[in-house]
């Protein structure tokens, strides 16, 4: 599916929330209310994509989300080592994400209808699980990124990945074809999009990124998709972690060295990157599935 030139540049922030036992649960329902209330001061719907297992730990807390117009989309069922859509049979992964769709719409009472895969790993047998169970969209792809800053890191596919918001092909996911989902990958230029290169570049760097995202957007029409972790705003228990060896499945431990800042200082960078991307004339800030059917409604 081709995204054609418009006058509009929409812009998804959509913000991943993992499965958590190293952050204190009053500091979870505390930076929801500050996100939604920073949300609600713009004017801004936002798109979240939870772990299920994390979800019914903090159910209240998304059912607000989802009365006040942001989107809840499904990240998977427990986000642990074995949770990898990239090496998972069919069943296994048809097992996972049926339990998480189940959990998320159960606690929302509305479908479901965006995922994001745990670490951002998939396969084919993972869109055919999402389209058979009536997703629209998947954002786990993020085509042209280049960087070690990944838990994907060994993924070679994202060079060549299709740019513009697409429909995979059965075989591989990486290209175009005619599976129902719809493919709408977070921005990247070889830099990705994501809060962990605001802390380590800076704010003045992410509006430089975001300005090139929005000249090529009024080109082509592209949406630009930001991703954060809205646990990145708040403090880790000390010691609760559990860190993997696995360099596969978490990349290089390394990268959180390189990150700075206080989580209420990464609260802060946020809310002006925001401001700043709501500022410009064309940006309309958008839920995923807002976006699918706006996709759709231009002839798309
Ligand atoms: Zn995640």
């Given at each position: 599916?081709?995204?054609?030139?418009?006058n509009?540049?929409?812009?998804?922030?959509?913000?991943?929330i993992?499965?958590?036992?190293?952050?204190?649960?009053?500091?979870?329902?505390?930076?929801?209310?500050?996100?939604?209330?920073?949300a609600?001061?713009?004017?801004?719907?936002?798109?979240?994509?939870?772990?299920a297992?994390?979800?019914?730990?903090?159910?209240?807390?998304?059912?607000?989300?989802?009365?006040?117009?942001?989107?809840?989309?499904?990240?998977?069922?427990?986000?642990?080592?074995?949770?990898?859509?990239?090496?998972?049979?069919y069943?296994?992964?048809?097992?996972?994400?049926?339990?998480?769709?189940?959990?998320?719409?159960?606690i929302?009472?509305?479908?479901?209808?965006?995922?994001?895969?745990?670490?951002?790993?998939?396969?084919?047998?993972?869109?055919?699980?999402?389209?058979k169970?009536?997703?629209?969209?998947?954002?786990?792809?993020?085509?042209?990124?280049?960087?070690?800053?990944?838990?994907?890191?060994?993924?070679?596919?994202w060079?060549?990945?299709?740019?513009?918001?697409?429909?995979?092909?059965?075989?591989?996911?990486?290209?175009?074809?005619?599976?129902?989902?719809?493919?709408?990958p977070?921005?990247?230029?070889?830099?990705?999009?994501?809060s962990?290169?605001?802390?380590?570049?800076?704010?003045t760097?992410?509006?430089?990124?975001?300005?090139?995202?929005?000249?090529?957007?009024?080109?082509?029409?592209?949406?630009?998709?930001?991703?954060?972790?809205?646990?990145?705003?708040?403090?880790?228990?000390?010691?609760?972690?559990?860190?993997?060896?696995?360099?596969?499945?978490h990349?290089?431990?390394?990268?959180?060295?390189?990150?700075?800042?206080?989580?209420?200082?990464?609260?802060?960078?946020?809310?002006?990157?925001?401001?700043?991307?709501?500022?410009?004339?064309?940006?309309?800030?958008?839920?995923?599935?807002?976006?699918?059917?706006?996709?759709?409604?231009?002839?798309?």
């Amino acid at each position: 599916m081709m995204t054609r030139k418009s006058n509009k540049v929409y812009v998804i922030i959509s913000g991943d929330i993992d499965y958590s036992e190293h952050h204190r649960h009053s500091d979870k329902l505390m930076i929801f209310d500050q996100i939604l209330n920073t949300a609600n001061d713009l004017n801004i719907k936002l798109s979240f994509y939870f772990t299920a297992k994390e979800a019914v730990k903090i159910e209240n807390c998304i059912k607000l989300l989802a009365d006040s117009g942001h989107e809840i989309g499904c990240h998977g069922l427990i986000h642990n080592d074995d949770e990898e859509y990239n090496r998972l049979s069919y069943e296994k992964q048809f097992q996972y994400i049926t339990e998480a769709t189940n959990i998320l719409t159960k606690i929302i009472n509305k479908d479901i209808s965006s995922f994001r895969a745990p670490r951002v790993k998939v396969s084919s047998h993972m869109y055919k699980v999402i389209e058979k169970l009536g997703y629209l969209t998947d954002s786990s792809i993020c085509s042209q990124r280049m960087d070690l800053v990944s838990s994907n890191m060994f993924n070679k596919d994202w060079l060549f990945a299709p740019r513009l918001p697409y429909n995979p092909s059965p075989s591989n996911p990486f290209e175009k074809g005619n599976s129902k989902v719809l493919i709408v990958p977070v921005s990247a230029l070889c830099i990705p999009f994501i809060s962990s290169v605001l802390y380590v570049f800076g704010l003045t760097f992410m509006k430089i990124l975001f300005s090139v995202f929005y000249l090529e957007s009024l080109l082509t029409g592209k949406p630009i998709v930001y991703l954060y972790h809205p646990y990145e705003f708040i403090p880790e228990i000390r010691g609760k972690k559990k860190y993997s060896s696995n360099l596969k499945v978490h990349g290089f431990r390394w990268r959180r060295h390189l990150y700075r800042g206080t989580p209420q200082d990464k609260l802060e960078r946020h809310i002006k990157l925001w401001k700043y991307m709501k500022s410009f004339k064309a940006v309309e800030i958008v839920t995923m599935k807002q976006f699918y059917y706006l996709n759709k409604a231009r002839g798309a």
